[in-house]
Structures are given as C-alpha cells and as structure tokens.
C-alpha cells in the first residue's frame, strides 16, 4: 500500500489454509499408506485426522490401527496394541512419507509431522 501499512490477509483465513493443507496431507498420506508403503506395521491403519497449526509449521497426524480380525468383521474397534508397533512404522518411515508429501502436495516447506493414536 503507498501509506506504509501493510496488506493482511482477511481475519479467519488462515485457519481455512490450514484445514485445506490438513485434508490434502490426510488424502495423500492415507493413498501413501495404501499404495506406497511396505511396512506390515502399517497394514490395516486409518488416517482418522490431521490437525495443522495456522502458521503451517506443524501437523498431528491421527490414526488407528485396526486388528486384521476386527477390520473383515465390521467391528470397527482400534486397537491399542496394533497402534504402538503402527507409530514405530511411522517413525521409521518418516523420511520417505516426507519426501513423498513434500512432492506430492507441491510445497515449498513441509509442516513437522507427529503421528498420534486416535482413541
């Protein structure tokens, strides 16, 4: 602007940035897991949520992982047991799930992502 003020963006559009960028990490990080990933530590886990900070600095990622039996049944139920050995997958493919996020969501800078069981 010529007075020397500075142009912000309109009040609440931030948050709306980053509940897109949220959704776009789930859709990607969920076919990730589908397609892309070979770790069975990773095998019947859902991506139930990713919440990301206004300033796109850092995303929780929360998932749950399913027992083989209970994902054919229907049952639906998480289980606690599965998702310990799940956030070992993820952190031992963190690298690779931020390289591929990074490409695939055509960012410049990727927000710190933690995984979190989800109850």
């Known amino acids: 602007m010529s007075d020397g003020t500075i ?11 980053a509940a897109r960028v949220g959704r776009r990490i789930q859709e990607e990080l969920s076919a990730l897991i589908l397609r892309g990933l070979k770790d069975p530590r990773l095998d019947f886990v859902s ?9 796109l600095q850092s995303a929780k990622v929360f998932f749950c992982a399913f027992d083989a039996q209970s994902a ?7 289980s606690p047991v599965r998702a310990a050995a799940a956030a070992k997958g993820f952190t031992s493919a963190l690298g690779f799930i931020r390289r591929e996020l990074l490409h695939r969501l055509d960012m410049k800078k990727l927000p710190d992502i933690t995984f979190h069981f989800d109850t």
């Open 7 to 17: 142009a912000r963006p309109r009040r609440g559009t931030e948050g709306r940035r």
């Open 47 to 55: 991506i139930t949520d990713v919440e990301v900070t206004d300033d």
């Open 72 to 78: 054919g049944s229907g049952t639906g139920a998480c």
